[in-house]
């Protein structure tokens, strides 16, 4: 019987040699979106050795056209996608090693999941994570495989640090309008084109063919059937603070506050108190059940109160579905998160 | 005459994807900030700027026969 990865073999570049390597490798793959998913499935059954998928969010219905590790039932159970990720993809081959985290990431949380990793793939919707990963990538000479889709649209570039310009060359601060799936929303193509394009890089960086790596970033409408390379041969930026002659890493210096950020693509707002607590689900329940519907799993505990769902985990995120709305979902965390009630429900 | 090409949210906002105009000489921020506020094109100064598909940045000074290329920043995923 021919071996599963016959036909990847018989792939020249990759061959048995590179499989090999593939065999070998680490690969972080930050967020279990739509682009998470996708890149996480196919490096998965190309037989990468080892993943570890990071995300804070749980599976929605609305995230099924696009997400394809998640099925209904794990919307129905709100299942966190990091825990359903890694699932779906032990079923589909278990022979890689997957770490999931259920976690919100900042810098300090990142810089301990990032030793002996090959190479980090972006699947997060948001600049502000990925110029905390850009400085984590520089600090620690690995190189991030940048992916970004919203409409039909996809961007994708390969960063390798000491040859290649690095994000924050190209963006000298972080951008504040971007086109995102919940401005221009999104479609599955989009996604499937960015990912290959973003797996098709790993698969070269990991079997070791670093001189095929595209040198330039690509810019695509699916739609339209549009495809713009952008050279970057001016790119590099010798003043840059993340990758320049004195550096200060910029992102990974970033005080801890209270943050509030709408989630992509959804009615959904995400709240991070200033803090990490313990919560202990018990006492939530007993606070929450007299104003509406509980329900918990270990990873987290949600309830229906008014129009809204309110879900929350462990270390105090909470998340507002039925909201796009910054100040709207903060006046109902204040409702039962207010900094006086917290002491009722933390156990430290 | 510089060509000028716009993408993404930028066409959208402009309904059309080109533009030829006679901007020798200027930089390339020089004409973000007319684009932005002739055409009130929003954010246009956050786009990513290609000069003849390289990378540039907006001191560039742009000369006759140029194409530029106007990305918008994506974020999604």
């Keep these: 019987m021919e071996n599963r990865y016959a036909k990847q073999e018989l792939f020249s570049p990759i061959g048995r040699e590179g499989q090999n390597l593939l065999q070998t490798k680490h690969i972080l793959i930050m967020g279990a979106g739509a682009l998470g998913s996708a890149n996480a499935e196919m490096l998965v059954r190309a037989g990468i050795g080892k993943v570890t998928i990071i995300d804070r969010d749980i599976v929605e219905s609305s995230n099924l056209h696009r997400q394809q590790l998640y099925t209904e039932k794990e919307a129905e159970k709100h299942t966190p996608k990091a825990i359903a990720a890694k699932e779906r993809l032990q079923q589909i081959n278990q022979d890689t090693k997957i770490d999931a985290f259920v976690l919100d990431a900042d810098a300090a949380n990142l810089e301990k999941l990032i030793r002996n990793v090959n190479l980090i793939i972006d699947g997060t919707d948001n600049f502000d994570i990925r110029f905390i990963l850009n400085d984590l990538s520089q600090k620690h000479q690995i190189p991030w495989i940048f992916g970004a889709s919203a409409g039909s649209f996809g961007m994708t570039y390969t960063f390798i640090p000491g040859k290649t310009p690095c994000l924050h060359c190209l963006f000298p601060s972080i951008p504040g309008i971007g086109m995102s799936c919940d401005s221009s929303g999104i479609i599955g193509p989009a996604i499937q084109m960015t990912a290959s394009y973003q797996t098709t890089e790993a698969m070269k960086w990991l079997t070791e063919n670093e001189e095929a790596l595209r040198t330039s970033l690509l810019f695509f409408d699916i739609w339209h059937g549009q495809q713009q390379t952008i050279g970057m041969n001016k790119g590099k930026n010798k003043e840059c603070l993340s990758c320049g002659n004195n550096r200060a890493y910029p992102y990974l210096n970033q005080s801890e506050t209270a943050h509030i950020d709408v989630l992509c693509g959804r009615d959904t707002v995400q709240i991070r108190p200033s803090s990490k607590k313990k919560y202990d689900f018990s006492h939530i329940a007993k606070h929450l059940q007299s104003h509406g519907n509980v329900k918990s799993n270990n990873y987290v505990l949600t309830c229906l109160y008014r129009d809204y769902r309110i879900a929350v985990f462990h270390d105090g995120r909470v998340l507002i579905h039925g909201t796009k709305k910054k100040d709207e979902a903060k006046s109902i965390y204040h409702e039962f998160f207010a900094e006086t009630n917290l002491n009722l429900v933390t156990k430290e | ?77």
């Design chain 2, 1 to 77: 005459m510089i060509k000028v090409l716009f993408f993404a949210r930028l066409q959208e906002e402009l309904g059309k994807d080109n533009m030829e105009l006679d901007t020798a000489g200027w930089t390339i921020d020089e004409l973000k900030n007319w684009l932005e506020a002739e055409y009130n094109l929003d954010g246009v100064t956050q786009t990513m700027t290609a000069v003849n598909e390289e990378f540039t940045d907006g001191s560039h000074i742009l000369a006759s026969g140029d194409t530029v290329a106007f990305i918008p920043p994506v974020s999604g995923g």
